[in-house]
C-alpha cells in the first residue's frame, strides 16, 4: 500500500457527461501529479500540483481541469466525456516538488466512457 | 519518435531465468531514471530508482543506466512466478518539475 488513496475505483458514465476524480496524498507530501493510462498511449502526465499551485502541465486537454485543496486532497475534473477519455487515472505524490523525489502511485481510477 | 522507447513484449521466461528489460531514449536531459512494476489492474509500485549513469542493486534486483548509449536495464535474478507484471521504465530532468516520462511498459511473464 503507497499510502495515495483514488476514490472511486470504478466509474462507468456516458458521452457528454462529467465527472471528477478525488485523490488524497501520503500524510506530509505536498505534491499530487495526475497521470492517465490508455492502452494505446500509456501512461501519460496530466497535471502536476504543489501546495495548491498549478506547478506543471502535460498533454492535458482543455476539457479537464484539477485542483488542489488547503488539505492538500486533489480532483481531476473530467467534462464533455468521449469515448477515448476511457482509460484509468492515476494519482502519485511526492514530498517536494522537484529534484530527486520520488512519486508513489494509487490504485487508480478506471473511468469507462460508454 | 517517443521520448523513452520500451518492448511491449510479452516476454516469458521459466522460473528461475535471469530477465533483461530495457529501454531507450532520446532526451539527453535526463538524470533520474526509475523502474515501476505494475500488476493487473494495480497502480505502478516503485522498484528501483537511480540518479545519473552506473548500478544499482537491491535484492534480485539490479539497475542499470548507461547514459552515453540513452540506455537502461533492469535485472531481476532467479525470476518467480510472482515477478509476473509490467515493468515500465520511467525518467526526468532535474529541476522544479518532476513530470515522469513513461516507456510503454513490458509484460514479463514468468513460468512454474
Known amino acids: 500500500d503507497s499510502g495515495v488513496t483514488q476514490t472511486p475505483k470504478h466509474l462507468i458514465t456516458a458521452t457528454g457527461q462529467r465527472v471528477t476524480l478525488r485523490c488524497s496524498p501520503r500524510?506530509?507530501?505536498?505534491?499530487v501529479y495526475w497521470y492517465q493510462q490508455s492502452l494505446d498511449q500509456g501512461l501519460q502526465f496530466l497535471i502536476q500540483?504543489?501546495?495548491?499551485?498549478?506547478?506543471a502541465k502535460g498533454n492535458i486537454l482543455e476539457r479537464f481541469s484539477a485542483q488542489q485543496f488547503p488539505d492538500l486532497h486533489s480532483e481531476l475534473n473530467l467534462s464533455s466525456l468521449e469515448l477515448g477519455d476511457s482509460a484509468l487515472y492515476f494519482c502519485?505524490?511526492?514530498?517536494?516538488?522537484?529534484?530527486?523525489?520520488?512519486?508513489?502511485f494509487g490504485p487508480g481510477t478506471r473511468l469507462t466512457v460508454l | 519518435q517517443k521520448e523513452v522507447e520500451q518492448d511491449p513484449g510479452p516476454l516469458s521466461v521459466p522460473e528461475g531465468a535471469i530477465v533483461s528489460l530495457n529501454c531507450t531514449y532520446s532526451?539527453?536531459?535526463?538524470?533520474?531514471f526509475m523502474w515501476y512494476r505494475q500488476y493487473s489492474r494495480k497502480g505502478p509500485e516503485l522498484l528501483m530508482y537511480?540518479?545519473?549513469?552506473g548500478n544499482k542493486e537491491d535484492g534480485r534486483f539490479t539497475a542499470q543506466v548507461d547514459k552515453s548509449s540513452k540506455y537502461i536495464s533492469l535485472f531481476i535474478r532467479d525470476s518467480q512466478p510472482s515477478d509476473s507484471a509490467t515493468y515500465l521504465c520511467?525518467?526526468?530532468?532535474?529541476?522544479?518539475?518532476?513530470?515522469?516520462?513513461f516507456g510503454t511498459g513490458t509484460l514479463l511473464a514468468v513460468q512454474p
Open positions: 500524510s506530509g507530501d505536498l505534491s
Open positions: 532526451n539527453s536531459a535526463f538524470q533520474y
Open positions: 502519485a505524490s511526492s514530498a517536494t516538488r522537484g529534484g530527486s523525489d520520488t512519486q508513489y
Open positions: 537511480t540518479y545519473s549513469s
Open positions: 500540483y504543489y501546495n495548491g499551485e498549478e506547478r
Open positions: 520511467a525518467m526526468r530532468s532535474g529541476g522544479a518539475t518532476n513530470k515522469l516520462i
